[in-house]
């Protein structure tokens, strides 16, 4: 039966590469030890040249398989390696593998010496060899390196299952198939009729037992198919990601020669002319597209940081699809994305530019290793066979189709592009639009870009259009959720598109052709360390189940242009709000669906922050208060000295019948829109879902307010390597809103058994930070002090388990 040993502990590390560390008796004592993922090297957060990653380096491990495993094939499998891999065993090259972002393996058993020492090495090249996607011109993002995802290895039988794909068939009638291939591999040298059983199970328990024989022939290689029939399963959706394991058992002469599972669910996605079905039900695609990047390690993250990033898309900005940009990412994020019900529109690695043949002979087999990885995965709603955002290539395209369509004929393909009237051999017109400039226009006009009547996905709108940084002034940040916003209301207005997926979920580092001159494209809706921008909002508000209100504004006529606090953005899930000023009841305020009638939820627009105040306050008619409240809104709009003239009749009508002076005139209503003077101004904005008030944000006047840290678990936890846990720093005023502008400097000191991942002394970006604690592979607690000048030290504390 099959064994899996993994090996991420342990690895030897050295940031070069020479002829003479292959050798066995080589003295690597001077490398360092690392375990994976790992990162080639480690980067500040930003403002460093993309050529600091790009060097060969090499990796050591010693490696032992026991005498009693002789007999067994054995096959070592590497996740990732960027960008390209050239392998040795015990001196001996025994493969190579071009392109970091999908997986490869070898067959190692003829090289291993069983019982004694072996010893691996593996040359990473991570310059950005021209004959390997997506290089040979520019990249907007940059493509680390190092062996950044995980290795292992795997012990099987002589004949053994090597990859199997479960499709459902029919899965809206009532009577549903599973169409089962089997990739087999047969090393005897004969044929052998096989006895194959089958398990269906459900959160580990059994629904379905089933079983055929099948004649192995004796070539290498063969795909078996099986039919079955079922009932009575439980569909995959968005709303309940029901999974389905499948264990394919291999039995000859009564003895279990394999044991295969494979994770998936029953589920039909389609998209039509008409926009995206999932299991025969439309919906409208909400996304946002991610790399696989985080700050310093680039993509040497392990499992739970993955698992986070899904969870983030899924429950903290509410989308319902990812893109992956612009290659196959981390198998951990898919399974997460699975479990979440998590659409995903996975697709090869390139950008922009097309090779020559070599380099496209590389784009194809990227195809195949993506779609072999993924194909059992219910959240893959589409493949994405063309190099982003490239020119026509006719032959070129016809084959990454070819082939996605004979591996995988229960999806559909698609191919990203930017420019109209392309040459379609996809199933779907993929387009990045970025066509809305903060005007009325905000999408295209499908028919007009894909010329005929299929169906279309918007893959990309925004981003470079409007880049935002967390500490932008107000009016940038509302602006760039505004801009977010009208493409989301003109998707759902247009029922020939099935969605858009924006420019993007973080900001990420890039190359020096892009970015904002320190090497970051601010293009996120979150920060690098997946703090939100104030544009999450306008995602998380459109999500049902968890209350959102975020006002988008700190209140503070300072931060807008000549003092007019005169609209604010309420981006919420919620039926209604009600406004309180110092505890005084201003207003109750709706959902702004006469301006954005499609979104789920449109936000609530205020622009009235007196309501009947001036009538409570200054004993005035009720007419006479709405003159004077009108006024006061066309000083702030026109200035005084700009004011109209029917504005100004107006005031010195009021100033007459109420005997007031010009100066007591101002004085007496100034602070209605000014607030000056006022011992402390704060804002109350109350959010109510079917009557009940179900979220409060207080807006203050500023204070120092303190440090909150909050990490996103207690523990961590190591099992097939290492694990890592996020922990956020905000700078926050006592009701709880980040300090926009705080650049608070902070101090992280760790203890017992873990790391931090990145600087220890870092400053706050926009009122707000995170970093990374890793474990170190031993159990244990880790104690880590954040300490700042001005406030009280801060501890947070994780227990380290192990498996
Ligand atoms: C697109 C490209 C993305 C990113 C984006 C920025 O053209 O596909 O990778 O560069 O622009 O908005």
Redesign the pocket.
């Known amino acids: 039966m099959r064994k899996i040993i993994h090996l991420n502990y342990d690895w030897k590390y050295l940031a070069d590469f020479r002829e003479e560390f292959i050798d066995t008796g080589f003295d690597d004592s001077g490398f360092e030890t690392v375990m994976l993922p790992h990162a080639n090297i480690e980067t500040p957060y930003n403002n460093f040249s993309d050529k600091l990653l790009q060097f060969k380096s090499c990796y050591r491990r010693r490696l032992k398989i026991g005498e009693k495993d002789q007999g067994k094939r054995v096959i070592l499998h590497f996740e990732g390696v960027m960008a390209y891999a050239l392998v040795y065993l015990n001196g001996q090259i025994i493969c190579e593998h071009k392109g970091g972002y999908t997986p490869f393996k070898c067959d190692i058993t003829g090289q291993i010496n069983y019982g004694g020492d072996n010893l691996l090495v593996v040359m990473v090249d991570s310059t950005e060899r021209p004959d390997i996607p997506p290089f040979g011109h520019v990249v ?2 940059l493509t680390y390196g190092g062996m950044y995802r995980e290795v292992w290895i795997e012990l099987v039988s002589e004949i053994y299952i090597e990859n199997m794909f479960v499709k459902t068939r029919d899965v809206l009638a009532e009577s549903k198939k599973l169409d089962i291939g089997l990739y087999m591999k047969n090393h005897t040298g004969q044929s052998h009729k096989l006895n194959l059983q089958f398990s269906l199970l459900k959160d580990d328990r059994e629904v379905l037992a089933f079983g055929c024989e099948k004649q192995l022939t004796e070539g290498n290689v063969a795909v078996l198919d099986v039919m079955q029939a079922v009932r009575e399963v439980l569909l995959w959706d968005n709303i309940c990601p029901n999974l389905y394991d499948l264990i394919a058992e291999i039995k000859m002469n009564n003895r279990i020669v394999d044991r295969f599972t494979v994770r998936f669910g029953f589920r039909e996605a389609r998209f039509r002319s008409d926009g995206f079905y999932l299991n025969g039900r439309r919906m409208k695609l909400r996304g946002l597209n991610r790399h696989q990047a985080f700050p310093y390690v680039g993509y040497a993250m392990p499992k739970s940081a993955q698992y986070k990033d899904a969870e983030i898309l899924k429950n903290e900005l509410g989308v319902n699809v990812v893109r992956l ?2 290659y196959p990412q981390s198998k951990h994020f898919l399974d997460r994305c699975d479990e979440l019900g998590l659409l995903v529109f996975e697709e090869i690695p390139g ?1 922009q530019h097309i090779g020559d043949a070599e380099w496209q002979d590389v784009a194809v087999k990227n195809v195949e290793e993506m779609i072999k990885r993924d194909w059992n995965r219910p959240s893959i709603i589409l493949w994405g066979v063309r190099i ?2 490239s020119q026509d290539n006719d032959e070129f395209y016809k084959k990454t189709n070819n082939i996605a369509k004979a591996l995988d004929d229960t999806r559909q393909t698609g191919g ?1 592009r ?1 420019f109209a009237g392309s040459h379609l051999f996809e199933d779907v017109y993929t387009y ?1 639009d ?1 066509i809305h400039r903060g005007g009325d226009k905000a999408l295209c006009v499908p028919r007009a870009v894909t010329k005929k009547k299929v169906p279309y996905l918007v893959t ?1 709108h ?4 409007f880049p935002t940084k967390k500490f932008d002034n107000e009016a940038g940040r509302v602006e760039h959720c505004l801009r977010h916003l009208k493409v989301l209301e003109s998707m759902y207005s247009a029922p020939d598109i099935s969605g858009a997926i924006g ?2 979920m973080f900001d990420y580092n890039t190359h020096k052709d ?1 970015g904002s001159g320190d090497g970051i ?1 601010y ?1 996120g809706v979150t920060d690098m360390f997946r703090i939100p921008k104030e544009a999450a909002a306008v995602y998380a508000s459109q999500q049902d189940g968890r209350p959102v209100l975020e006002v988008a504004s700190s209140m503070d006529i300072g931060e807008r242009e000549a003092g007019k606090l005169d609209t604010v953005y309420v981006f919420t899930n919620c039926d209604y709000l009600k406004l309180y000023k110092n505890g005084v009841y201003i207003g109750t305020y709706y959902p702004a669906r006469e301006v954005f009638a499609h979104v789920p939820h449109p936000p609530v627009i205020i622009t009235d922050f007196i309501g009947d105040l001036i009538e409570k306050n200054e004993a005035m008619t009720p007419k006479d208060a709405g003159h004077a409240k009108k006024i006061l809104y066309a000083i702030m709009k026109y200035g005084d000295k700009e004011l109209p003239l029917r504005y100004k009749i107006r005031m010195l009508r009021l100033m007459l019948k109420y005997r007031m002076s010009l100066q007591k005139a101002v004085s007496t209503f100034a602070p209605y829109v000014t607030n000056w003077g006022c011992e402390s101004l704060e804002y109350e904005f109350e959010g109510y879902i079917d009557h009940k008030a179900v979220i409060k944000v207080k807006k203050g006047p500023f204070s120092s307010g303190d440090l909150l840290v909050v990490p996103d678990k207690d523990g961590l936890f190591e099992d097939e390597t290492y694990d890592v846990c996020r922990v956020v720093i905000k700078h926050t005023d006592e009701s709880g809103n980040t300090l926009t502008y705080s650049n608070e400097a902070v101090s992280l000191e760790i203890e017992g058994e873990g790391e931090i991942i990145g600087p220890k002394n870092i400053a706050l970006i926009g009122g707000s930070r995170a970093f990374w604690v890793k474990s170190t592979g031993k159990k244990g607690n880790v104690k880590v002090t954040i300490r700042s000048d001005r406030f009280e030290p801060k501890i947070v504390e994780f227990k380290v388990e192990k498996k």
């Open positions: 907007d993002y940009s612009h950008w982003n955002e990203v930017n990045n970025f990309e925004n981003g470079h259009m420019w993007c892009f494209c293009h």
